[in-house]
T-cell receptor, first 111, second 115 residues
Framework: QKEVEQNSGPLSVPEGAIASLNCTYS??????FFWYRQYSGKSPELIMS????GDKEDGRFTAQLNKASQYVSLLIRDSQPSDSATYLC???????????FGPGTSLSVIP | NAGVMQNPRHLVRRRGQEARLRCSPM?????VYWYRQLPEEGLKFMVY????????ESGMPKERFSAEFPKEGPSILRIQQVVRGDSAAYFC?????????????FGPGTRLTVL
């Protein structure tokens, strides 16, 4: 079982729609969860971090964490073409030193 | 410049040569992480360092790869006798304290091409 898995893409949504990105992880003791956005040829850029169960909202982005289900998601409301990128889910395990990245989900927002 | 700096941004080496990648963390950050991203793949953890110490190198290949973070100067990722399979983007990230709520900030990466 892979340590961090994400829903396979590419994911295409029309402009203005909600994009839903999902991620599951295998280490039940994981404490910290991150969503990064990576444009082609660029470095990852942090969008959201979440540490406790529930929802965390920041502008058009909402991260959701369910530790019992070992599941974390990212919702992007009112999707814009500029949101088109690869979204990386990252999980910090119990050792607190290593962040494991998922393979990423490619999102395309169609004007 | 408050961000993580990496140089060179692009590096071309022939098979058998050595590659040295440098990373200067954000000001005040003492934790450095190296990741490798192969084409069309995700980021893979390589090594985690603090000043003068390697904390976790479980992601480093056993041979040809080494990393250091000296007391003074940038962190260095060194690849000896490069092979074509080493061609990838190498990203460095830094964090303030390494704790569970600490965020890693990424540099722009070094794109290594092995001919």
């Amino acid at each position: 079982q892979k340590e961090v898995e994400q829903n396979s893409g590419p994911l295409s949504v029309p402009e203005g729609a909600i994009a839903s990105l999902n991620c599951t992880y295998s280490d039940r003791g994981s404490q910290s969860f991150f969503w990064y956005r990576q444009y082609s040829g660029k470095s990852p850029e942090l969008i959201m971090s979440i540490y406790s169960n529930g929802d965390k909202e920041d502008g058009r982005f909402t991260a959701q964490l369910n530790k019992a289900s070992q599941y974390v998601s990212l919702l992007i409301r009112d999707s814009q073409p500029s949101d088109s990128a690869t979204y990386l889910c990252a999980v910090m395990g119990t050792s607190y030193d290593k962040v494991i990245f998922g393979p990423g989900t490619s999102l395309s927002v169609i004007p | 410049n408050a961000g993580v700096m990496q140089n060179p941004r692009h590096l071309v080496r022939r098979r058998g040569q050595e590659a040295r990648l440098r990373c200067s963390p954000m000001k005040g950050h003492s934790h450095v992480y190296w990741y490798r991203q192969l084409p069309e793949e995700g980021l893979k953890f390589m090594v985690y360092l603090q000043k003068e110490n390697i904390i976790d190198e479980s992601g480093m290949p056993k041979e040809r790869f080494s990393a250091e973070f000296p007391k003074e100067g940038p962190s260095i990722l060194r690849i000896q006798q490069v092979v074509r399979g080493d061609s990838a983007a190498y990203f460095c990230a830094s964090s303030l304290s390494g704790g569970i709520t600490d965020t890693q900030y990424f540099g722009p990466g070094t794109r290594l091409t092995v001919l």
